[in-house]
């Protein structure tokens, strides 16, 4: 009976913001819900909906102990142009992507480290081309958000790599396979 309380409450703020009615408020209420998918759906709508006056508050879901929530939390936040809080958000993101014990949390915030493009999070998309196959290809997109030395020999070395999803992913942001 409880989930299906809690579908309601996450099904009700999906309503809310296919009507445009979406009140941080409600968004905020969300989050802060005992039942993990409507914290998730809030994190989801929240990103959609580029609530960026929340950003605070997604951060904190980042320690959610649900991993689904701490990805969507991730994946909001990548979809923010955030102005003065993005050093706050790298930086937490950082830590998601670089020690979250959930894979795809890792990845999430891998890609949201991208997705922002703030040159203090090069080193931790950097630091996840060594983790599993998936996380590698996804630092391997990231990288097309920096330029420098570093993003060009990372590239060359994934360009090797043995999986082959993230060779093709190198070579495709390098624009060609690599020699030899």
């Given at each position: 009976?409880a989930d299906?309380?809690?579908?309601?409450?996450a099904?009700a703020?999906?309503a809310?913001?296919?009507?445009?009615?979406?009140?941080?408020r409600d968004a905020?209420a969300g989050?802060?819900?005992?039942a993990?998918?409507?914290?998730?759906?809030?994190?989801d709508?929240?990103g959609?909906?580029q609530?960026?006056v929340?950003?605070?508050e997604?951060v904190?879901s980042?320690?959610?102990?649900?991993p689904?929530?701490?990805?969507?939390?991730?994946?909001a936040?990548?979809?923010?142009?955030l102005?003065?809080?993005?050093m706050?958000v790298?930086?937490a993101?950082e830590r998601i992507a670089m020690?979250?014990?959930?894979p795809?949390?890792?990845e999430a915030?891998?890609?949201?480290?991208g997705a922002l493009?703030?040159?203090d999070?090069?080193?931790a998309?950097l630091?996840a081309l060594?983790?599993?196959?998936a996380i590698?290809?996804r630092?391997?997109?990231a990288?097309?958000?920096?330029e420098?030395?570093?993003?060009?020999?990372?590239?060359?070395k994934?360009a090797?790599?043995?999986?082959?999803q993230?060779?093709?992913a190198a070579e495709?942001?390098?624009?060609r396979p690599?020699?030899?």
């Amino acid at each position: 009976m409880a989930d299906e309380v809690a579908a309601v409450r996450a099904s009700a703020l999906s309503a809310l913001a296919r009507l445009r009615a979406l009140r941080v408020r409600d968004a905020r209420a969300g989050l802060l819900d005992s039942a993990p998918q409507v914290r998730r759906r809030a994190c989801d709508l929240i990103g959609r909906l580029q609530m960026v006056v929340l950003a605070p508050e997604l951060v904190k879901s980042l320690s959610d102990d649900v991993p689904m929530v701490a990805e969507a939390a991730c994946y909001a936040l990548g979809e923010f142009e955030l102005g003065r809080q993005v050093m706050t958000v790298v930086k937490a993101l950082e830590r998601i992507a670089m020690s979250h014990r959930e894979p795809l949390c890792r990845e999430a915030a891998v890609a949201a480290l991208g997705a922002l493009g703030c040159p203090d999070g090069l080193p931790a998309v950097l630091a996840a081309l060594t983790d599993k196959p998936a996380i590698k290809r996804r630092a391997v997109v990231a990288l097309a958000a920096f330029e420098g030395e570093q993003v060009a020999k990372a590239l060359a070395k994934a360009a090797h790599d043995p999986d082959w999803q993230v060779r093709q992913a190198a070579e495709d942001l390098l624009g060609r396979p690599p020699p030899g």
